[in-house]
């Protein structure tokens, strides 16, 4: 069975960090980009992050450049997604998904699988 599952979200004040994971099973994810998107309650899903299947190359939203980081180790089939300096406006369910081209990774519509999603509140 082709499965993403993300791990990793919680409650967190502001200025807080977190780490997501997102672990593929079912099949080899190195062959795929894989991208971070984040849904807001009322708010349609938006591509946060994404980085290539080698891990040579990343992209960002503008909203989050300079405060989270994507990382992949394809021995564990894991992509991450760190963030630090969290804000209110972070909080979201967090969904990873599988693109079979970097350039299209952080189109909503050319994801081949997506995780079932991880809740991120920060909150004081």
């Known amino acids: 069975q082709l499965q993403l599952v993300e791990s990793g979200g919680t409650l967190v004040q502001p200025g807080g960090s977190l780490r997501l994971s997102c672990a593929a099973s079912?099949?080899?994810?190195?062959?795929?980009?894989i991208g971070w998107f984040r849904q807001a309650p009322g708010k349609e899903r938006e591509g946060v992050s994404c980085?290539?299947?080698?891990?040579?190359?990343?992209h960002y939203a503008d909203s989050v450049k300079g405060r989270f980081t994507i990382s992949r180790d394809n021995a564990k089939n894991t992509v991450y997604l760190q963030m630090n300096n969290l804000k209110p406006e972070d909080t979201a369910v967090y969904y990873c998904a599988a693109a079979l081209e970097f350039r299209l990774c952080m189109s909503l519509r050319f994801q081949s699988y997506w995780g079932q999603g991880t809740q991120v509140t920060v909150s004081s």
């Open positions: 980085i290539s299947s080698s891990g040579g190359s990343t």
């Open positions: 079912g099949f080899t994810s190195d062959y795929y980009a």
